[in-house]
């Protein structure tokens, strides 16, 4: 491997992130978690009951790809879906009182993860969030735009 320190800093960063990531996603597996799947039920925790069809469309995967994470969530008990009154073709999905748990446990391993790096977190989320709302910002895409909210003033 070539020496991280003439790396650039755009390497470096995504290195980072794929590392954050596997560290994240080791501590979840215990509790049957994927980095995917806590992303999903924060956002049936914020919005409730949806669609398969729409939580995929929020969280920006394929329909098939979500329906992987939430086969897995719910083998765990973390989810449940069930046939929509209003139609029958869809299912609605559920985050159950388990998968709340599940989610705040999640969350505390979340901030645990950077823990014994020797590093300013408060410093590092700032320059994080700096980097991601310029980019976003300078991006004509939709699905880049979609990542970030606007701030409100």
Do not use: C, F
Not at 5 to 25: D, G, I, K, Y
Not at 111 to 131: A, C, I, N, S, W
């Amino acid at each position: 491997m070539p020496d991280m320190e003439r790396w650039p800093t755009v390497r470096l960063l995504s290195t980072a992130a794929r590392v954050v990531e596997l560290a994240w996603n080791e501590k979840l597996s215990s509790m049957g978690l994927t980095h995917a799947g806590v992303i999903a039920m924060e956002v049936l925790a914020v919005k409730g009951a949806l669609s398969q069809a729409a939580l995929a469309q929020i969280v920006r995967v394929q329909a098939q790809t979500m329906g992987k994470t939430l086969a897995r969530l719910e083998s765990h008990g973390h989810i449940s879906r069930e046939r929509s009154q209003t139609d029958r073709r869809s299912h609605l999905v559920t985050l159950t009182r388990a998968g709340a748990v599940a989610l705040a446990r999640a969350v505390e391993l979340e901030r645990d993860v950077l823990g014994p790096v020797p590093v300013d977190t408060g410093r590092l989320r700032q320059e994080l969030l700096t980097v991601v709302r310029d980019l976003a910002g300078r991006n004509s895409s939709q699905a880049m735009r979609g990542i970030v909210k606007p701030e409100r003033p």
